[in-house]
């Protein structure tokens, strides 16, 4: 093997330790800086800060190659390239926060030999306003790459070693090249252009999934309406090669970290640039929407909410994962509350903090017993594995809505449940 050279990771969240963990493997000595003092005394001692599938037996695998700190000098010393993980979450306006951006690059010193290499999501122009600000400062001889990152929690690790692309923007200087000699063990397609081009194609991509996804619930909450069955319906169209499979999964909308900020923060740079994005205003609206429907599914079982004990069997966004931000059961779960339903929760990994009035319970047992209705929210392998029959037997009333179209509507039936899921009216039975 080529000596690898040792590279700094700024942020050790989802993105910063994996990407950590996975440039380790590759054979990379790797710096990792966070202000969180807590989490870096937490990962000296090989206690995770999140949970990722694999993510664990990566770093202790590769423990003596990863060294954790809050100081920035480790990082400076060691590498030349200081990859930025940081957090960019929606301000008020729907912008990016930027801060703890304008934070790392704040601390970055005069220098010749050091490129940041942004991993963190921004807007398309961020580049260019960070190398303005380092020509202002006498930092010129600073280097930038944009290296935006397409993993996706509960698959990170998998995803960052058989990555579907890499993709690097640069302005053809020595940084560009080291980034690429980096990602070359990997293999994978390489996309290299301008810092914009690169800052644009992680917001296009982002955008261009979530149309899919408020796509196929729209042609959901049609098939309600004229009697389809919108799982049908998605592989049917989805065999078309044009089309694909992927992405065609109604469902009760999408949340997490990135898919609602990234919307708002392209919507915003577009509006910011003079230009009104419609197809996307539309997407943000139609997942908005989705996220209610259960409620009025609900109500055509058991009338008025006031009183009812509703069971949410998922918290996490999506499976494999422990992230609740902007999950769809958190929404969900503020609108029982604000109807007057108790509401208890379920998830394997992620917990319910900040949301108060839910109680959360351990096993999917204790959350439906003597509930009034259940809503799959999150599909969770073990969901596939429950005694429904038993389940339906100890509910106050036996009503289900499936948020994800796991379950099998006709064994679910079987199993003495209302059953109604989404955009599945032909399956839906008699009510
Ligand atoms: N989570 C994902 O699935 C995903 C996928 C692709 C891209 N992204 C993007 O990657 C970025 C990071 O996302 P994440 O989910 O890993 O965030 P995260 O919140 O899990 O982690 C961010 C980390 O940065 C640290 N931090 C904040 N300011 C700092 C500073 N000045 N110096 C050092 N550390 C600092 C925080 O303490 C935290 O540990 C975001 O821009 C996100 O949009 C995320």
Redesign the pocket.
Known sequence: MHEREPIGV????????VTAAGFAELGNEVFC????AD?IRGLERGEL??YEPGLAELVERNRERMHFSTDLQPALDQARLLFV????PPTYSGDADLS?VD??VD?MPPSDRHALVM????PSGTGASIKRIFAERGKGGFSYVSC??????GS?VADFLHPDRVVVGDDGDWAGDAVVALYAPLDAPLVRTDVKSAEMI?LAANAALMTRISFINEIANVCEATGADVVKVAEGIGHDRRIGKSFLRAGVGFG???FP??SLALKQLAANSGYHFQVLNAVIEVNELQKRRVIGKLADRLGSLRGKRIALLGLAFKPHTD?TREAPAFVLAGRLLSEGAGVVAWDPVARIDGLAGVEQVATVEAATRGADAVVLVTEWPELADVDWPAIAAAMRRPVIVDGRNMLDPDSMRAAGFQYDAIGRAASNGPR
């Open positions: 700024i942020g050790t969240g989802y993105v910063g330790l800086v966070d202000i969180d989490k800060p999140i993980a940081v957090g960019t703890a934070a790392v601390a991993k963190s999501t921004v935006p990152e397409f993993l996706k929690e990170a992680k997490g970290s990135c900020k990234d992230d």
